[in-house]
């Protein structure tokens, strides 16, 4: 897990404590169960007395539930209950269910919504079926930004500035592997300026194939983004590009209106900003 970088060190508006206490409970994951002290500092990059401090007091506070039996640690309730008043309060992920739920039973795909969770894009909303057996995640999943179509849609749906601070932090974090991620970036910014939406066909895993298309509303919370994924066989790169992709594109416009987002000026505006200067790739200028 990705430490709070340097800037953030030296504000000294910055917790340093509950930063790592909150690292600890993010380490753990869908389905994991328990985890002892040192997954959790393997998964966080503390120091392991660190971890066993802080186990310890999230255990006291009522965040953490020991099972002595193992020397491990679950979740409690406690903590879970943070992350349900969070859900609650996602009006987006209550209002998009039955248009996900539509477009789920008319391709056959698995159809999500998600955020950011770092370099992170983590689900709170998820429609799937019997046909979409090889695309095993559900609320709480985490898929990576940089290669997957829902994390793309999200990179092209950020203020400039805010996307140079991520693709910076994304080629950090990918070092020599960068130039390749980048590249399909580049594209996936390209085929948002020409069809509205992004593709991954097994650039994330091999047998899944996706499109993804972002969610932007005007009451300043997101921005946030929605795929439909499939096995590679369901979804060829074809049918992505000319049936789902548009699909997508369609219902998350619907979703939009519903919610009161971006309006029609404001998506011209969009393009705009993105032709600006030519090439797409260029919006990922100094971050070569």
């Known amino acids: 897990m990705k430490r709070p970088g340097k800037k953030v060190a030296t504000d000294r508006s910055f917790v340093v404590a509950l930063s790592r206490g909150l690292d600890v409970l993010r380490a753990f994951r869908p389905n994991d169960g328990l985890l002892g002290n040192q997954e959790i500092a393997a998964r966080t990059n503390l120091p392991k007395p660190t971890v066993s401090r802080l186990t310890y007091t999230l255990t006291r506070l009522g965040y953490l ?10 979740l409690a309730p406690s903590a879970m209950s943070l992350g349900y008043a969070a859900l609650a309060n996602l009006g987006v992920r209550h209002l998009s269910e039955a ?13 999500a919504v ?3 969770d770092r370099l992170s894009m983590i689900y709170f909303g998820q429609s799937r079926n019997g046909l979409t057996l090889g695309v095993q995640l559900d609320v709480g999943s985490r898929i990576p930004i940089a290669t997957t179509a829902m994390g793309r849609a999200y990179i092209w749906a950020l203020p400039s500035d805010e996307r140079a601070s991520l693709l910076r932090e994304l080629r950090e974090h990918y070092g020599s592997r960068w130039p390749l991620i980048r590249d399909g970036i580049e594209r996936s910014g390209e085929t948002v300026e020409q069809f ?6 097994g650039e ?8 993804g298309v972002a969610l932007k509303l005007n009451d300043g919370t ?12 369901r979804f ?10 548009p699909r997508l594109v369609a219902m998350v416009r619907n979703i ?10 404001s998506k011209k505006a969009e393009s705009k900003k993105l032709k600006a200067g030519g090439k797409v790739a260029r919006m990922v200028e100094g971050i070569r």
């Open 65 to 74: 539930t020991p099972v002595p039996r193992f020397e491990k640690y679950q």
């Open 99 to 111: 248009y996900r739920e539509e477009l789920m039973r008319e391709t056959g795909g698995a159809v």
């Open 114 to 116: 998600g955020g950011r």
């Open 196 to 201: 509205g939406f992004t593709i991954s066909a």
């Open 204 to 211: 994330w895993q091999d047998d899944v194939h996706a499109v």
């Open 222 to 233: 997101g921005p946030y983004a929605f795929n439909c994924g499939a096995p590679a066989f």
């Open 236 to 245: 060829t790169e074809d049918r992505l590009r000319d049936d789902i992709g």
């Open 256 to 265: 939009e209106a519903a919610l009161g987002g971006t309006t029609t000026q």
